[in-house]
C-alpha cells in the first residue's frame, strides 16, 4: 500500500517536471532510488528505515517509465518514437524477467539482504548514463521547444497548453 500510493505521488510529480527538468528529474529519481537500496542494504532491519525506503523507492519509481519514454522520443524523433517506444518495451519486458531470475538466484543463495547490493550497481550504471548522456540523450532545448522558437506550434510530447497565461481556451461567443 506505502509503495503503490508514493509510487502515485511520483507520477503526479514527474507530470508537474518533465517539461522543464526532464534530466534532472530523471537523475533525482534515480539517485533516489540508490539512497533507498544503500538504505534497505544497511538498515532494513529497522521498520521505519524499511517503511520510508519503500515509500521514497515508490515515489521515485514511479515516475521514471514516464521520463525515460520522453527522453527516447525526444532523442529519436517524431519519425522514430513508434520504434523507439516499441524497443522500451522489449528492453522493460527483458529487464523484468532478468531482474526476477537474477533476484530470486540471489534471494535463494544470500538471502533478502543481498538484493539491495545487487540492484545498486545496476542503478549506478543507469545513472552514470543519463549523466553522461546529456548531448545527445537530453540537450538542453528539446525537440519541441525547437518547434515552438521556428513557429511550427507545439509538439505532441510537449503538450498544447500553453505554459503561461490563462490555459483554458477561449469560450465562443454567446448565439444571440
Known amino acids: 500500500m506505502v509503495f503503490g500510493v508514493a509510487t502515485v505521488a511520483g507520477i503526479?510529480?514527474?507530470?508537474?517536471?518533465?517539461?522543464?527538468?526532464?534530466r534532472r528529474t530523471l537523475l533525482c529519481a534515480l539517485a533516489l532510488i540508490g539512497a533507498t537500496l544503500l538504505a534497505l542494504g544497511r538498515y532494513a532491519d529497522r521498520p521505519a528505515v524499511l517503511l520510508i525506503s519503500v515509500a521514497l523507492w515508490?515515489?521515485?519509481?514511479g515516475g521514471a517509465p514516464t521520463l525515460i519514454q520522453t527522453a527516447l522520443v525526444d532523442a529519436s524523433g517524431p519519425a522514430d518514437a513508434d520504434v523507439a517506444t516499441s524497443l522500451?518495451?522489449?528492453?522493460?519486458?527483458?529487464?523484468?524477467?532478468?531482474?526476477?531470475?537474477?533476484?530470486?538466484?540471489?534471494?535463494?543463495?544470500?538471502?533478502?539482504?543481498?538484493l539491495p547490493w545487487t540492484a545498486l550497481p545496476l542503478v549506478a550504471a543507469a545513472l552514470t548514463v543519463v549523466a553522461l548522456g546529456r548531448r545527445r540523450g537530453f540537450p538542453a532545448l528539446r525537440p519541441s521547444d525547437d518547434a515552438r522558437s521556428s513557429g511550427q506550434g507545439p509538439s505532441p510530447a510537449r503538450g498544447c497548453t500553453p505554459r503561461s497565461g490563462n490555459s483554458r481556451s477561449p469560450r465562443p461567443p454567446p448565439v444571440s
Do not use: E, R
Open 12 to 22: 503526479w510529480t514527474v507530470g508537474a517536471l518533465i517539461d522543464a527538468h526532464l
Open 58 to 61: 515508490g515515489a521515485a519509481f
Open 88 to 114: 522500451q518495451t522489449t528492453v522493460y519486458n527483458a529487464g523484468i524477467a532478468g531482474g526476477s531470475l537474477t533476484g530470486g538466484l540471489v534471494l535463494d543463495g544470500a538471502g533478502a539482504g543481498a
